[in-house]
């Protein structure tokens, strides 16, 4: 069974600077792809960016960028220039390629608070 | 367009009644997905349909209904619900192809804040 771990509950940060968010998995599969979701006060799960365990290139979306180390099963998110609207709890997850849909995986959560 | 949309927002309920909620998307996505999800956890599965039929029931109570109308809409009756199935209800879809590189990315809803008096 596949399991992702956020270590970190709680984050601070304060406006403009970088933040980097911790995400490690657990996973016997060797395709698969991981998700960075984003859920502020408003309540709606926004999906940050995505990544394809097969592509080695880290993949990015403006701000937000992803270190992913396949061998040691980790995928931080940084996220630079910090602003006030990213105050958000952050949410990794897996997904096996291929495999049943719903097979979504989610970590317990990062409450990232922007300070200004 | 990523936009899937959840009536109402907000419903509070008596444990005798009948309540449904609503979700729509219009992104000719044929996967959608009902997740409850309890204050600071992660969302939490409990019904998938792919192509109009129920695939997935994660062991979810009856008082929990599905249903899907059609590939663009999805209810949730409830009836005699109970306080602790107070929650954030969110809705989900995606395109539902299951190919060798398909990432099948979920896009999610605005919830529905359900509490259960």
């Known amino acids: ?116 | 367009d990523t936009e899937v949309t959840q009536t109402p927002k907000h419903l509070v309920m008596g444990m005798t009644n009948k309540k449904s909620l609503k979700c729509e998307q219009h992104m000719g996505h044929r996967a959608m997905y009902w997740y409850k999800q309890k204050a600071k956890k992660p969302p939490e599965l409990m019904f998938v349909y792919s192509y109009e039929k129920l695939s997935i029931n994660e062991s979810v109570p009856s008082r929990f209904s599905p249903e899907c109308p059609n590939s663009s809409l999805l209810n949730l009756h409830l009836h005699a619900l109970q306080p602790e199935d107070s929650a954030l209800y969110l809705c989900a879809s995606s395109q539902g192809t299951l190919g060798a590189r398909s990432t099948d990315t979920q896009y999610f809803g605005p919830g529905t804040r359900l509490t259960v008096l």
């Open chain 1, 1 to 116: 069974a596949q399991t992702v771990t956020q270590s970190q509950p709680e984050m601070s940060v304060q406006e403009a600077e970088t933040v980097t968010l911790s995400c490690t998995y657990d996973t016997s599969e060797n395709n698969y792809y991981l998700f960075w979701y984003k859920q502020p006060p408003s309540r709606q799960m926004i999906l940050v960016i995505r990544q394809e365990a097969y592509k080695q290139q880290n993949a990015t979306e403006n701000r937000f960028s992803v270190n992913f180390q396949k061998a040691a099963k980790s995928f931080s998110l940084k996220i630079s220039d910090s602003q006030l609207g990213d105050t958000a709890m952050y949410f990794c997850a897996f997904m096996k390629q291929g495999g049943s849909q719903g097979n979504l995986i989610f970590g317990k959560g990062t409450k990232l608070s922007v300070k200004p």
